[in-house]
């Protein structure tokens, strides 16, 4: 990992520069002038409200003070508080204000999946493919909903020699150990402990049925081997395929898993990759 930090280190060494140089200033009279109403002024832009106390330091108020705290916390020094605060607040009108005045002032994207995506097409660029892997799996990571960022990472890992089905739950994939995902007459089976694990769920298996039985949240899902009828708590479900054992391995629909597990499924065609999000 030493190569692929000096390599993001060269993503953002633009902005470090620029905010040292800016940092490293001596500030002019009339900057020394203006301090006392600086803070105020930006506190005010972030929350929509002028909280100041006046002595220079920010006041908490009601709603989204976060900006404000952590920038008069900070002070110039602060974007770091500032990604922290944005993280805090990103769902709310306060979250674009902070990310606005991110890139504005620092010039930096509060996006850190496509900053991520960027670094990643870098290294595939400069042939080192694995470390771009590497990078572009923390981008799915950084926004799991970003098909996408699947999408490139499904590509990168093919120029590694990797293909067939992918699978991601919640961003990661899981550990299929001696049997990968397959699909069968459209639809994509899984091994279920490797799915069912990755879901928090427990999986029971009874071999004198030939039956699993997942569990999960009080929901009960039950399917016998080579029958198309599963049951979720009780109720009785039509599969399109049944699950079946391969190379020992007790493969299930994965959509059908984990739809009835609460679960949102994704399918990215291109790379043949299932998303799973809990």
Do not use: C
Request: hydrophobic share 35%; aromatic share 4%.
């Amino acid at each position: 990992m030493k190569k692929i930090t000096m390599t993001l280190g060269t993503v953002v060494l633009s902005v470090s520069v620029f905010a040292a140089s800016v940092m490293a200033a001596p500030p002019t009279d009339k900057e020394n002038k203006g301090n006392s109403q600086s803070q105020p002024a930006i506190q005010s832009e972030s929350t929509g409200k002028g909280n100041g106390n006046g002595n220079g330091q920010a006041g908490k108020s009601d709603g989204d003070t976060v900006t404000s705290v952590t920038y008069a916390t900070y002070g110039h020094n602060g974007y770091k508080g500032l990604q922290k605060a944005y993280e805090n607040v990103k769902d709310k009108p306060a979250g674009q204000i902070i990310a606005n005045l991110l890139e504005s002032k620092y010039g930096i994207d509060v996006n850190a999946d496509e900053v991520l995506s960027e670094a990643a097409d870098q290294l595939a660029a400069e042939g080192n493919v694995e470390d771009a892997v590497e990078v572009q799996k923390e981008a799915v990571k950084a926004n799991t909903k970003n098909i996408n960022s699947y999408k490139k990472l499904g590509k990168l890992v093919e120029k590694l020699g990797k293909t067939g089905v992918k699978a991601y739950v919640n961003g990661v994939e899981p550990k299929f150990e001696d049997m990968e995902p397959v699909i069968k007459e459209g639809n994509t089976l899984v091994p279920i402990r490797a799915i069912a694990e990755a879901l928090n769920a427990e999986v029971i298996w009874n071999d004198e049925e030939k039956s699993v039985t997942i569990t999960k949240d009080g929901i009960v899902v039950k399917l016998v081997l080579g029958d198309v009828k599963a049951y979720v708590n009780g109720e009785e479900v039509i599969l399109e395929v049944p699950g079946e054992r391969m190379n020992g391995r007790t493969m299930v629909p994965v959509r059908f898993i984990s739809e009835a597990l609460k679960a949102i499924v994704d399918w990215e065609p291109e790379t043949t990759s299932v998303i799973i999000n809990s």
